[in-house]
């Protein structure tokens, strides 16, 4: 499992930020900056899905 197929799982399941924060943390062995980043790419990643879904119709 890669750190971004964690996070898409455990968001829509409705966990915390915290908890996928600590999740990628304890299981991917990354500090706080990174796991942020992490996080921070999935939601650059979604909006621009959401955008260009919006752009589509």
């Known amino acids: 499992m890669e750190p971004m197929d964690l996070i898409r799982d455990k968001f829509s399941q409705d966990c915390s930020i915290e ?3 600590h999740l990628l943390k304890t299981h991917f062995d ?3 900056e990174e796991a942020r980043a ?3 790419e999935y ?3 979604v ?3 959401d955008k260009h879904r919006d752009t589509s119709k």
């Open 47 to 49: 909006d621009w899905m």
């Open 30 to 32: 990354m500090s706080e």
């Open 43 to 45: 939601f650059e990643i």
């Open 38 to 40: 992490q996080i921070d």
């Open 19 to 21: 908890t996928v924060l």
